[in-house]
Structure formats: C-alpha cells, structure tokens
C-alpha cells in the first residue's frame, strides 16, 4: 500500500503536539485545512521537522471506497479498523452522511505516516480532518508502539507543579474531582477525562489532551507525575494503598491501547505495571469536596 | 435537576421544543462539543433504534443514540450509547426519554440528526448540487440556496 499521497501536493500545513507527540498535517487543498476546535487549537505548534507521525490530506474518490482488508476492529461506534496491505485503514461512518465513510485513513504499519481522506459532501465547512474520534485513535495507537498510555481520567497540576491523576470509568467522578480543585489557587486540569502519561529522560510525566469531560476542562500542560488516584465515590474520604498487581488491573480498565495489536497490548500493561512501581497508585474513597485536596495533599 | 427535568417535560409537552448546549465527545460527528441541539417532543411509541434521545439518566441529562428498545417485561425500557462511547449507558425505562434530538446548528444553518433526517440530508445535498448547476447555466441565485417548494418537499420527507 503506498501513503505516499501520490497524487497530493501540500498546499499547507499545520502541526500539533499531543501528549509530546508531534503531528504533521499536509494539505491537497486550503479548503481541507479549516480551523481546529478552539480545544485542539491549544495543541496547535509551530512547524515540526520530526514529527511522530505525518499525514496528508485530500478529498475522497471513487477509487478510495476500493473493498477493504480484513475488519481488524469495530468500536461498535463511529469508527472501524481494517487491514490495508501491510498497514491499516480507519474508516468513519455516520447515519448523517449515509452509508458510506465520510473520512477514511489510510495509515502505514508503523503508524508513521498516512493520508487523511474526506468526502467532499460530508459537511466540510465545519469538519477538520483530525475531528475525533480519529485524533485520538491515530494517538492511542502512537502511543502503543512503546511511547505511553492515555487513561480515562482527570489531570491536576497542583500549584507546587505536580501531577495527580484521578482515574475511572464513566460515572466515577472525574470532572466532579476537577471541579473541587478549581476551588483552589493555583490549579491546572489538563483534562476532566483524557490524559497521557509517558516517560520522557526518566521521569514520568502527566500530559493534557484536547479530550474532555462535561465541565471541557482541557489544556496543553505538562507534569511530573506523582500520584495516581483510583477513585470511589464514599460517604468519607479516605486512601487505601493497592497491590502493584491489583493496581494495574484497575488501570488497564481505565486504558484505550490498540485491542487488535498485541504487542500494543503487551507494552500497555507492562507500562502500567511500570508506572505502578515508579508512582503511588491508591484507591480513593471520597466525597466532592475540599476533603479530597487535603487528602492529596496531606498523602502525596 | 427533578424540577428542570419536571420543567424540560412541561415544555415539549406544550408543543414547544428546546435547546441545549451540547458538552462532550460521545457524540461527534453527529453532535459536537459547544454546539447547540433542538430537542422535540416524542412518544414512547415513536422511538426506534438509531434515534438520538435526551434522556434523564443516572448521571444526568444525556443526549446518546438508542441502541435497543425492550418491551419484554410490559413497559418499555430503553438502552443509549454514545456514536463514540466505549459502552453502552445503563438502560432506563421510556419514560426517561425526555424527547428527541431532532436537530444540530451548525455554521449558521441547522442539520438534521436522527436516522430520518439523514434522508433529508442527502436530499438537500443532492439538491444544492441542482442549484449549483442551474446556477452556472442561468447565472441566477435561488432564495436561501434551494428553490423553496422543493425545500418544502424535502423537509416533509
């Protein structure tokens, strides 16, 4: 398969960098690069030579709707994976653009590089090529090939510069968490429901994303990572030390690696298991109010 | 939230519809982050598999897509799921659905978002394109961009 855009001449570009990741987008047309979001606009950085991955973006033909590989993955929603000769094909469907794709990418086995495709007819005006949920899968797939994790949690960067992540699934408490510590000074939620964690030069560090929760809590920082918080919603607020075992287990419930891609999936769990070691990960019981910052506070 | 939902259920009860601000992912293409929707009255018995509902769950009001419709146990129970949800929201009786999502506005203009507006859609697409063509052979712009008895025909579809 070639992604090489064979018949695509950039006519402009624009980068991003999420969670450390460096994004390159190539346009066929300036009518494909309209604005992004005002949330991933704060991702949006000044040109990269090295990006992680390097898209280019064109209309949609006839010959692109040519019979797919193997169905690798159906996320049961807007989005489906198959294989394309040695790399892979993402294709986005909606009941409101029929039943044909209305964006399809076409990515090389490394995810390095690829094309971003769109139907002409599918709302363009108001639709940017990276929209979600592409963004975030075309990340969660860098990530998988040995960068990270993105956990479905909430990010805060308290005002001494340190992160603490507080995880779980929907309903969990999440944004509810952010906004008890918007009460205080000082304070940075990266995100009410996305956040990457890497390794960069040895530390582990807690990444914004442009992915938010109910309260849109989002922002491009970045910090150390010092605690990670499972939470519970409880009568009293209280900490509980986990296993490493039963800690990890919790995460990779609250992770999105590549299902289809074992070596993805082995990475995540031995990072998880490694971010277990390195990080306090705990069980916390709380109640939405200023006892949980006094908690992390008082324990991290 | 009981008496803005009590409040909600009064108003499209009154025949009129409302409007929210849309907040979330879970949705997206069909619905986007900040944009605002229209919701409709519905009756329980006119809900089908693929419309987009706003309903009064547990975690509060939610605008996801049915994705089952279960009158095994008498009353009707309904299960929702966001187009871009990991699972499926916890099912809820029909008389949760506050109504439907009936719209989006987008860009200055309004979208149809349930299964039966994706023919409207396609209709008005199929019809833009005849009004630019018509355009460049008679050189003459048509009010609001469609001839408005075929726009009339298209929305009653």
Redesign the interface.
């Known amino acids: 398969m070639s992604v090489a855009g064979e018949e695509a001449v950039a006519i402009s570009s624009s980068f991003l960098r999420i969670g450390g990741l460096g994004i390159a987008l190539h346009y066929a047309d300036d009518s494909l690069g309209r604005g992004l979001s005002a949330t991933t606009g704060r991702f949006a950085v000044s040109p990269i030579a090295d990006a992680d991955l390097t898209l280019t973006v064109d209309y949609l033909r006839e010959r692109d709707l040519a019979a797919r590989g193997e169905l690798l993955f159906e996320s049961g929603g807007v989005w489906r994976l198959y294989a394309d000769g040695d790399g892979y094909r993402i294709e986005c469907h909606s009941a409101m653009f029929g039943d044909a794709p209305y964006k399809i990418a076409l990515l090389n086995s490394s995810f390095t590089s690829g094309r971003i495709l769109l139907r002409a007819d599918a709302d363009l005006p108001t639709m940017h090529p990276l929209d979600y949920p592409l963004d975030e899968v075309l990340v969660a797939n860098l990530l998988g090939r040995g960068r990270g994790v993105e956990l479905h949690g909430c990010g805060v960067i308290d005002r001494d510069g340190r992160g603490h992540l507080f995880v779980g699934q929907s309903g969990a408490g999440k944004t509810t968490t952010g906004k008890v510590w918007l009460r205080e000074s000082g304070i940075d939620i990266v995100s009410d429901d996305r956040v990457i964690v890497r390794d960069v030069d040895g530390v582990l560090r807690m990444f914004g994303t442009p992915w938010h929760g109910e309260a849109e809590l989002s922002s491009a920082s970045i910090a150390p990572l010092v605690g990670v918080y499972i939470l519970r919603q409880a009568p009293l607020t209280e900490l509980e030390a986990l296993a490493p075992a039963t800690a990890s287990a919790m995460l990779f419930g609250c992770t999105f690696p590549p299902f289809y891609d074992p070596a993805a999936l082995a990475f995540t769990i031995e990072f998880l298991a490694d971010i277990c070691a390195r990080v306090p990960v705990r069980l916390l019981r709380f109640t939405p109010d200023e006892s949980v910052v006094a908690a992390v506070r008082r324990n991290g | 939230m009981t008496m803005f939902v009590n409040t909600l259920q009064d108003v499209l009860a009154s025949g009129f519809d409302a409007r929210f601000c849309a907040?979330?992912?879970s949705m997206?293409?069909?619905i986007?982050?900040?944009e605002f929707v229209r919701v409709t009255r519905c009756e329980e018995t006119s809900l089908r598999v693929?419309d987009v509902v706003l309903t009064a769950a547990?975690?509060?009001l939610t605008a996801h897509r049915i994705i089952e419709l279960d009158s095994s146990r008498g009353e009707l129970r309904v299960r929702t799921?966001?187009?871009?949800?990991?699972?499926a929201d916890a099912i809820v009786p029909g008389s949760a659905v506050l109504g439907r999502i009936a719209g989006v506005e987008?860009?200055g203009r309004y979208?149809?978002?349930d299964?039966r507006?994706?023919l409207t859609?396609?209709t008005l697409?199929v019809l833009r394109r005849v009004r630019h063509s018509l355009q460049r052979r008679f050189g003459r712009a048509t009010s609001n961009g469609i001839p408005e008895t075929a726009q009339v025909r298209a929305l009653s579809v």
């Open positions: 907040s979330g992912h997206t293409p069909t986007r982050s900040g693929g547990p975690r509060g799921r966001g187009d871009n949800s990991l699972s987008r860009d979208a149809a978002v299964s507006g994706a859609q396609q697409a």
